[in-house]
């Protein structure tokens, strides 16, 4: 039985409201409880029963890679006003960038959960504005999500018992989290506690801003390569893809008044991104591949928000945007073939 986790203003267990039960959100759910917070999902009511019977996951990091753990006994509410119900201390937002711009739940969250810390887990350039827009930015912690989960088998994967979520923390890359210095240590600590990899940053939107213009059209062409790593690093997509992750960082790098890392810079040449292609599938425990096709087909709305974002961007400061006009037109096609959001 694990020790409860308390909070050191009131010796209680750290209350936590995990906002979506998607990959993301077990994973964090599951480490909070090892740590010994008092965890619930907030769900849409069509997903409650499913999180009421609990999860089974895989961690891939460990020995006993497919051995199935239970995510049990964690608090379910389906909305703003039955949080506000109950008080809570900390509240991990998993959901995507565009569900965090759906109707009005999030103000209503915001307002719902009083002097509670909020977690943005988005990577979006603007979605901590959206946060921003409702809430105190004392209340708000900024991480990024470092880890890889997925609903498991994929495709093809045969070495799991039964379905489950298939989790792995890449080595040396715990999620960063910045924010109010007292808030981010009591964030971290939770998830420490738990043996989710966590640590303090000073910046994680400016530290997240430029990976994420650099990934984003690589993964829109290796959409349009039909998801496949040979065929991208043999295509005319891979040096789309360079010079759409230039011209996406240029964009960032004004947006935000600075300039972008030397070595993502040189990551974004054909030559280097060729490299790490060969290279992930040697060191990612899972199939890479169909793991990129299965969940970035479930989030085309993210990635085509994304795209968006850094093409507006570049235009509005009159910098080059051939590749992003391209591969942002490129998007709802794949999508539409691909039975993602229209």
């Known amino acids: 039985m694990v020790a409860a986790m308390s909070t050191p203003e009131t010796g209680t267990p750290v209350r936590a409201l995990v ?6 959100g077990q994973v964090f759910a599951r480490h909070l409880q090892l740590g010994g917070a008092e965890v619930a999902f907030l769900v849409k009511e069509k997903y409650a029963a499913e999180c009421r019977r609990g999860f089974t996951l895989y961690a891939l ?13 964690v608090g379910v509410v389906t909305s703003p006003a039955e949080a506000a119900a109950r008080p ?9 960038s565009t569900a965090i711009r759906a109707g009005s739940w999030l103000p209503e969250l915001i307002a719902a959960t009083g002097d509670a810390t ?11 504005a959206v946060f921003l827009a409702h809430a105190a930015e004392e209340r708000l912690v900024s991480g990024m999500i470092s880890l890889i989960s997925y609903q498991a088998p994929l495709p093809g994967e045969t070495r799991f018992p039964e379905p489950g979520m298939a989790y792995w923390f890449p080595p040396m890359a715990p999620c960063p989290f910045s924010g109010a210095a007292a808030r981010v240590r009591a964030v971290v600590d939770a998830l420490r506690r738990g043996q989710l990899p966590a640590k303090r940053h000073p910046d994680v ?9 650099l990934m984003m059209p690589q993964l829109v062409a290796l959409e349009a390569a039909g998801w496949s790593f040979e065929a991208l690093r043999r295509g005319h997509w ?8 230039a011209e996406a960082m240029d964009a960032v790098a004004r947006e935000l008044d600075t300039r972008p890392p030397l070595m993502l810079r040189l990551a974004a040449r054909p030559l280097a991104m060729r490299i790490v292609l060969r290279a992930a599938g040697w060191v ?14 479930k989030v085309a709305d993210q990635t085509r928000l994304a795209m968006e974002t850094y093409r507006d961007e570049a ?14 037109r490129v998007v709802p096609q794949l999508s539409a073939l691909s039975g993602g959001p229209p």
Do not use: M
């Not at 990091?61 to 006994?73: F, V, Y």
């Not at 909020?118 to 901590?128: A, E, K, T």
């Open 19 to 24: 906002v979506g039960a998607g990959a993301v």
């Open 61 to 73: 990091n460990g020995r006993r890679k497919t051995t199935p753990l239970r995510l049990d006994g």
């Open 88 to 96: 809570w201390d900390q509240v991990y937002v998993t959901v995507s």
């Open 118 to 128: 909020l977690i943005s887990l988005q990577p979006g350039l603007h979605d901590r």
């Open 205 to 213: 939107p400016r530290a997240v801003a430029f990976p994420g213009a």
């Open 238 to 245: 891979l040096a789309l893809a360079a010079r759409g992750g």
């Open 284 to 297: 990612v425990p899972l199939p890479l591949e169909t793991y990129l096709r299965v969940h970035f087909t």
């Open 315 to 328: 235009h509005k400061a009159a910098l080059p945007s051939t590749a992003l006009d391209e591969l942002t």
